[in-house]
Each structure stands twice: as C-alpha cells, then as structure tokens.
C-alpha cells in the first residue's frame, strides 16, 4: 500500500472509532512495534541516501498525522464521555431534604443545649474538663483527703498509672492517680484556678462511676453549676434552681423541696426534690399540692477548704454549687423509662426519642423544641 492510501485509511480508521479502546487498537495498529507505520519506519534503514531523503520527510509526515489525529479523536472522545457524565449525575438541589438520610439529635445532647439556653439567660458560661481526671481535681480539692470515708461513696475506675503530669498543687505530693471523673465537680476546680472571680458557669458532660443497673450506667451525664461572688447567700441558691426547673419543664406551678444533705465541698448541703402529680399513674414534674417528691439534684454553698484550695479567700467570696444527673432530667422530661436505652445506639430508639437537628432551643419558642 502506498503512503497516501494507508494514511487516509488510518485517519478514516481514527474518525469512525467510538470509544477508547477500538481508537487504542489503531494505534496498536499503526504505532505499536510491528505496527504498518512502525514498519514503514523501519525501511528507511535499509535505503540509500537519495531515497531516503525523498522518503524520510514523507513517512515522518504520515507518523505525525496519524499521531496527532489520535490524540485530538482521544481528547474528543473524552470530552464527550465527561458530557456524558455530566448530563446523567446531576444534581437536583430543589428536591426536598427529607428525601435524604436523615439523623437525629440524642435526647441528652438536647437536654443540655436546653440547659446552656436557660443558664446563658442567667448570664452563666459553659465550661469543660477532662474526663480523665486527677485525684488531686477529682476528691483532694473538693476536700476529700485520701482517708475521707465519701470516697467510698464514688465507685471510683482508677487507672494503673500513677506517673501523670502533675498540676502545681500536687507537685510536693509526687505521682497522682489518675481516675475516670466521678462527677462533674472538678470542673470547678479547674474554672476557680484559671478564672479570677466573680464567676457563673455551667459544666456539662460525662461522668463515670463503677455501678450498673436499670436506673444506674457506668458512664452517664451530670451539669454542675457554680456561681462565685461577694455577698452570695443560699437564698440565690435556691432563686436559681427554682428558675432554672421551671424553665426546663415549662411550667409555673413547680414546688422545690431542699432537705439537709451532705457533701464534703458544700457548707451547708442540700440535696433538693421536685415535687410531682400523679397523671393516670404516670408521675408529671409540677403541680402546686404534689403527690410525692423526685430527688434532682444536690448543692450547698461552697465549703471554704474548697475556695482555699483554689487560692480564693473565702473572707472576700462565697458561692454556691450544684449537680444534677442529666439523663434523669431527660428521662422526667420525655418519658423515657429505661436508662440503659440511653446507650444502647438503637436507631428505632433515636428514631423515636431523638430530636430533629433543627429543633434548636430557644427560650422564646420554648426551650422543649
Ligand atoms: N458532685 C455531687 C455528686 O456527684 C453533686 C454536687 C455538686 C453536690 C455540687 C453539691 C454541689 O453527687
């Protein structure tokens, strides 16, 4: 065949073909190693001077025609396959989003954006800690020495090591054990040795204590809230636990009962109930004559060891402190029964239970969403 032939032949080829690899097995063809153009090629070493210089410029011309004509129906070929694409995966962006996957926000999750809602209306912050905590933040501080009997009243998960990074309190008393946090107390540790006073933050978040049946889990929440001021009384104590249960159930007509307790790092201590009517059987949090009480909570003023430990004279300050389980909170407020429930990640649960993401308290549309 002649140059010319075989040129319009290949470039005929490379025209008609329709996808990547029929336009590949005409490069094979034409280009591979024993391909017509390759071979053609080849013959220009077996020449003699004049012919080759006659033939050279006109068999390097076919391989360069043949050559570019592949890449540009190669460049064509994938366009045409992106449009292709393009047009198949779009995307319609007016379709409705319940037509998507869908989650749902975790009844404790939205209890305690409740709580940062109602206690940011008081003018408190939230505040964090760790949850692997040192004994030094977690008992000491909280005037519990090492031999005070209230630790046995935490089922503590301790660590084997002892080697932690020591704080500068615990410093002169060498290597601490680390533990599980036990409750969200140390939390205030923390905020009193960073935070100069006056103070108002709310601490929300795990804790973990070695218990485990229908109303107890390992692992489960608590809020503690501490306010740090000059003149505080127990009177603002109980202003606030009162404004704060009446807006977290939504009604007026709350009774809170303050009983005598006892807690090492309060002074006086209270643990405080709720009182509730009873609706076909069902307990309802509120109700101005109650038919029982609920313990929510427990709280005092803050004891002065635990200001001192923090280098904050109590002769100047004073505050008072509270914690409260979370779940419970959850649980009274929509009916939930099973605390186990809470931790169990069945999606038939969070589908029931759970939140819509959208469903942001606020205290104007109610912070029950
Ligand atoms: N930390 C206590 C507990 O877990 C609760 C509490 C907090 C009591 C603050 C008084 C003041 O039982």
């Not at 075989?6 to 690899?21: F, H, K, M, N, R």
């Not at 599980?180 to 929300?204: D, F, G, N, W, Y």
Request: charged letters at 25%; hydrophobic letters at 40%; proline letters at 6%.
């Amino acid at each position: 065949m002649d140059i010319e032939s075989l040129q319009s032949d290949l470039l005929g080829a490379i025209d008609a073909a329709s996808d990547a690899a029929s336009l590949e097995a005409i490069r094979v063809r034409a280009l591979g190693k024993s391909g017509e153009v390759t071979g053609l090629l080849k013959t220009l070493g077996a020449m003699l001077p004049e012919q080759r210089q006659a033939e050279g410029p006109r068999i390097h011309g076919l391989r360069e025609a043949v050559t570019s004509a592949i890449a540009e129906r190669k460049a064509a070929l994938e366009g045409a396959a992106l449009e292709a694409r393009l047009a198949s995966e779009t995307l319609d962006l007016s379709l409705p989003v319940s037509a998507g996957p869908s989650g749902s926000i975790h009844p404790v999750s939205q209890v305690m954006d409740e709580l940062a809602e109602i206690f940011a209306d008081l003018g408190f912050t939230v505040a964090t800690g760790p949850e692997i905590e040192d004994d030094w933040h977690n008992f000491t501080a909280l005037n519990i020495p090492e031999t005070h009997p209230a630790r046995a009243m935490h089922d503590t998960f301790y660590f084997d090591r002892t080697d932690a990074p020591a704080d500068d309190q615990s410093a002169s008393r060498g290597a601490q054990k680390m533990l599980l946090r036990t409750h969200t107390s140390p939390v205030q540790i923390r905020t009193m040795k960073e935070t100069p006073p006056p103070l108002r933050i709310i601490a929300p978040g795990r804790v973990y204590r070695s218990d485990s049946d229908a109303t107890h889990t390992p692992m489960f929440h608590q809020v503690e809230g501490l306010v740090i001021d000059k003149g505080i009384t127990l009177g603002h104590l109980k202003w606030t636990l009162e404004t704060f249960v009446k807006a977290f159930f939504e009604r007026d007509d709350i009774v809170l009962r303050l009983r005598p307790s006892y807690f090492p790092f309060t002074e006086p201590s209270m643990e405080v109930d709720v009182g509730y009517t009873l609706d076909k059987g069902r307990r309802v949090v509120g109700g101005a004559q109650p038919d029982g009480w609920m313990e929510i909570l427990g709280s005092g003023m803050v004891h002065r060891n635990v200001l001192r430990a923090c280098g904050i004279d109590p002769e100047e300050w004073q505050g008072f402190a509270f914690g409260c389980g979370i779940d419970r909170l959850a649980m009274l407020k929509y009916g939930m029964d099973d605390l186990r429930a809470f931790f169990d990640g069945d999606l038939r649960w969070l589908r029931h239970y759970g939140f819509a993401a959208l469903d942001v308290p606020t205290l104007s549309g109610g912070v029950g969403a």
